[in-house]
Nanobody
Framework: QVLLVESGGGLVQPGGSLRLSCVASGFTFSRATMSWFRQAPGKERELVATITTRAVGTNYADSVKGRFTISRDNDKDTVFLQMNSLNSEDTAVYYC?????????????WGQGTQVTVSS
């Protein structure tokens, strides 16, 4: 059974920081491209950041460049999202995503999401 379990969300004041974690199980984590998405109320889910299998490459949405950092620990099957200088527009449910290949078939998995609220 594939599981992606996010944690680290919460309420933070503008300008504050949070670190999200996503622990994966049920597939070979080191072979998966990992991403963070977010969805704000009334908006479509959007890609926030992506990291390649061996952390060689990362990609960020323009809105978070310079503020957010994605990283991974393949020994612990965990991907992180360090979020700094948070503002109200970062308020959303954040989802962990795994894109991988199992038995020759491309697969895409999602976590249940963790709420991030930026408010004073």
């Amino acid at each position: 059974q594939v599981l992606l379990v996010e944690s680290g969300g919460g309420l933070v004041q503008p300008g504050g920081s949070l670190r999200l974690s996503c622990v994966a199980s049920g597939f070979t984590f080191s072979r998966a491209t990992m991403s963070w998405f977010r969805q704000a109320p009334g908006k479509e889910r959007e890609l926030v950041a992506t990291i390649t299998t061996r952390a060689v490459g990362t990609n960020y949405a323009d809105s978070v460049k310079g503020r957010f950092t994605i990283s991974r620990d393949n020994d612990k099957d965990t991907v992180f999202l360090q979020m700094n200088s948070l503002n109200s527009e970062d308020t959303a449910v954040y989802y962990c995503n795994a894109n991988t290949n199992m038995f020759g078939i491309p697969r895409n998995f999602w976590g249940q999401g963790t709420q991030v609220t930026v408010s004073s």
